[in-house]
């Protein structure tokens, strides 16, 4: 369970790597020296890129810097989802981003990119449109279209960074706590009570150290993310048939008021509008 260096090999003949990973049954913390872009269309899941955690809902398109650490946006997901990679170095077309005054809006959105860059709107339709046809293309038509999906990126307004400082792995080197085993004892005790206590001895922490160390790691307290992991599980059962009340007791919370007004604060809406409007 903890952090991983993923090594990222292109196939043949080309200088990045597109692919359709599926790992929801893995817990992937890691980070690699490449930029990655990252599509996936899915009823909800979890976003960690950095120090940001949050959830997305149908769909999510991600940009991420070198040695970001990141979750793999498929983990955990009970539903039928897609989702489609791009990783590439730095420098897979050389020094052509440097030299050449085209390329000047790609270099800046690259630059930027170690924010962890979430893309919306037209932006996230026009690009995914391209992304999928992508795959249906030769190496150099590839690589176009690639340039133009960065372009298009590049000169969008339809962002937000996702982590107001730098989160690279250089940061994290010489941690020797793992995420991996505090994801694994919320994931298996969010429906319950989770103790702090429990977790902090686990990960050989004073409940106090600990408390401390989440805060900074997640920019969350501890309670807070559990009950925004809570809120995440609940969206997935609200759109089985499975009604509100049920859907507040199964992941964990003993008042139904509590729920609503918690599930209203963390995605806009009361449980209720957002099981109709979603099925």
């Known amino acids: 369970m903890k952090i991983q260096k993923e090594i990222v090999l292109p196939d043949p003949g080309q200088s990045f790597k597109l692919f359709t990973p599926s790992l929801r049954n893995y817990f992937y913390w890691h980070y690699h020296p490449e930029y990655e872009l990252v599509y996936v269309e899915a ?7 950095g120090q940001h955690i949050s959830s997305y809902m ?9 040695n970001i650490p990141h979750l793999n946006f498929d983990y955990g997901l009970k539903t039928a989802y897609k989702q489609i990679v791009v990783q590439l170095k ?13 390329f000047s809006a790609i270099r800046q959105l690259f ?34 279209c690639l340039l133009e999906v960065f372009q298009t990126l590049a000169t969008s307004k339809d962002v937000v960074a996702l982590n107001d400082q730098d989160t690279s792995i250089k940061l994290f ?34 409940t106090a150290a600990f408390c401390r160390y989440f805060k900074k790691q997640t920019n969350m307290t501890f309670t807070d993310f559990v009950n925004q ?14 009604s509100v009340s049920e859907a507040c007791y199964e992941v964990g919370f003993e008042s139904l008021s509590y729920f609503n007004k918690l599930f209203k604060k963390v995605t806009g809406e009361n449980p209720s509008a957002f099981k109709k409007r979603y099925t």
């Open 173 to 206: 080197l010489n941690d020797k706590i793992r995420m991996g085993s505090i994801y694994k004892y919320i994931h298996a005790n969010y429906n319950e009570t989770p103790d702090v206590n429990i977790v902090a001895a686990s990960v050989h922490l004073s």
């Open 90 to 102: 730095e420098n897979f077309l050389g020094d052509a981003f440097k030299e050449t005054p085209e």
């Open 229 to 242: 992991y809570r809120v995440t599980q609940a969206k997935t059962l609200l759109l089985q048939d499975i």
């Open 43 to 49: 009823t909800n899941g979890i976003r960690h890129v």
């Open 58 to 66: 149908e769909s999510d398109l991600v940009l991420i810097g070198p």
């Open 111 to 144: 630059e930027r990119a170690y924010l962890g860059l979430s893309f919306s709107g037209d932006t996230k339709t026009k690009v995914v449109q391209k992304l999928k046809y992508m795959q249906e293309l030769g190496h150099f038509e590839q690589l176009v």
